[in-house]
């Protein structure tokens, strides 16, 4: 089967105590994963190596940044490299997400450096994609998300391109509580997984894990992950809320 993979995503919230008591929460809860199933924090830089150790004792459980830069090493005051968190033992990493693409003026073609960085350096990357409202409003939303692929992934061999994980997150379902029904997650992921195929074959598209993002919650995320495509999700507000997150965890397939 492939990977189902129920991913935070932080984002800039919680303090180091906040975010290790979320963690111990979560962990007194118990959880447990199948072999199939994994479960992935993306904190804060700062809490790397915490959340690297608290997840070192549960099977399946992982750390990954939220970002990285698109260049090996410099001088970019302020920025975090792939090499330094290859250095500190983080083996995943969201590369692409709508919020750094808007307000970080990231581009599909930084964002193919960064997948490449990250897989040179045994990082795997969480590629996001995803479409704004006037796109979605304009029925253009197809069209708008395979080029995504094509221009961050399709530079990628076979071998590599099986190495990544896909987050569809519409930007209009993101922090909205507006998600997503669960018929236009699956249409979108079926989608996803038609143009992966179209470039790589059938084989390769269907062991790669596609996460859907955007209002997933406590009590939407069972029917939304029940889709065939749908294997999972890349999850912000529900993550900071223990009870929420290990429902989201148990709602894996
Ligand atoms: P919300 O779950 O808060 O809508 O955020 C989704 C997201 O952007 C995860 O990366």
Wanted: with cysteine; proline share 4%; aromatic share 8%.
């Amino acid at each position: 089967m492939r990977k189902q993979i129920a991913a935070a995503n932080w984002k800039m919230n919680l303090t180091y105590q906040e975010g290790e008591k979320l963690l111990d929460d979560i962990f007194d809860a118990g959880t447990s994963l199948a072999p199939h199933q994994h479960a992935i924090f993306a904190v804060p830089y700062p809490y790397l190596i915490m959340t690297r150790s608290e997840v070192a004792e549960e099977f399946n459980y992982h750390v990954a940044a939220q970002n990285c830069h698109h260049k090996k090493s410099g001088a970019y005051t302020g920025e975090v490299s792939v090499d330094m968190l290859q250095s500190i033992g983080v083996h995943y990493c969201i590369v692409g997400h709508s919020e750094r693409r808007e307000y970080n003026a990231e581009t599909n073609a930084m964002l193919a450096d960064k997948v490449n960085l990250c897989q040179e350096n045994g990082i795997t990357p969480i590629f996001c994609c995803g479409e704004p409202l006037d796109i979605r409003e304009a029925g253009t939303q197809n069209e708008f998300v395979a080029a995504q692929l094509r221009e961050s992934l399709f530079h990628l061999p076979a071998a590599r391109i099986k190495g990544i994980i896909i987050a569809y997150e519409p930007i209009w379902a993101i922090g909205t509580g507006r998600t997503a029904s669960t018929a236009q997650a699956q249409e979108m992921h079926h989608f996803l997984r038609s143009v992966i195929a179209d470039h790589y074959g059938k084989d390769i598209a269907d062991e790669i894990p596609i996460l859907y993002g955007g209002s997933v919650k406590a009590n939407n995320a069972e029917e939304l992950f029940s889709s065939p495509d749908v294997d999972g999700g890349l999850v912000g507000g529900a993550s900071l809320v223990a009870a929420d997150f290990t429902a989201i965890i148990s709602a894996l397939k």
